[in-house]
């Protein structure tokens, strides 16, 4: 599948036009299901893109669920947490009325146990998102799809919803959606910002093998449309 790439001047003109696209998608998932469900990254990149979807008074944010496309096995108090990322510049102002389902569970590790009440949590949303929005590091990781990821075949093929992954670049033991289960979605995009980024991104368009580019498995796949929003 070809991707559809949108560059933008700035990054504030990029946070803008990507939350217009994801409160679009939220208010039809509440129009036809009466609930909008959204998966997010962390990182630096989206808190531009945070503080502007969270601003958006014409979204029902009371019907709106949200949860984490991947998470560092980390409470939400600690600074490396993506929870406490989009608790604090997502879920603030009127999108402070949205429901949200982490990913950690409590533990010191992402075990069977924990695994298990991750999933029976995830099970009250939506069989399929409204809204994806991934990021890419500059290894070619999306999600917890990690090159040397000890689970990366069944986080890339399992059905999940949920995989444990340890890798050596992942730092912390994580937690991620597994790819079928970000596919279901309405709306599906890859956020990026800077020079560095684009170069990767060439680099994972080029033939090679997934393993070592995981973003490589949302690129080639067929089964839903991505848009890619790039600024340098």
């Known amino acids: 599948m070809t991707a559809t790439r949108r560059s933008f001047g700035t990054r504030e003109d990029l946070a803008l036009a990507l939350a217009e696209a994801a409160a679009e998608h939220l208010k039809n998932g509440i129009e036809s299901n009466g609930v909008g469900t ?34 560092r096995w980390v409470p939400e108090t600690s600074d490396r947490s993506n929870a406490l990322l989009v608790n604090e510049r997502l879920l603030q102002g009127p999108a402070a009325s949205a429901g949200f389902v982490p990913l950690y569970s409590g533990g010191d590790e992402p075990d069977a146990a924990a695994l298990s009440r991750t999933t029976e949590a995830l099970s009250g949303l939506p069989d399929r998102f409204d809204c994806v929005i991934l990021g890419m590091g ?45 596919l279901a979605t309405e709306g599906l995009y890859l956020h990026i910002e800077g020079e560095d980024k684009a170069e990767t991104l060439d680099r994972a368009i080029a033939d090679g093998p997934v393993a070592d580019m995981p973003v490589r498995a949302v690129l080639r796949q067929s089964q839903t449309p991505l848009t890619i929003f790039w600024s340098p």
């Open 38 to 71: 959204i998966a997010v990254s962390g990182g630096s990149t989206p808190k531009r893109f945070f503080a502007a979807l969270g601003r958006r008074k014409d979204v029902d944010w009371t019907k709106v669920r949200v949860t984490l496309v991947d998470e």
């Open 138 to 182: 500059t290894d070619g990781h999306t999600a917890s799809f990690f090159p040397g990821g000890d689970a990366l075949d069944e986080a890339l093929t399992g059905e999940g919803p949920v995989v444990a992954i340890h890798a050596p670049g992942a730092g912390e033991p994580r937690i991620t959606l597994t790819l079928p289960r970000l």
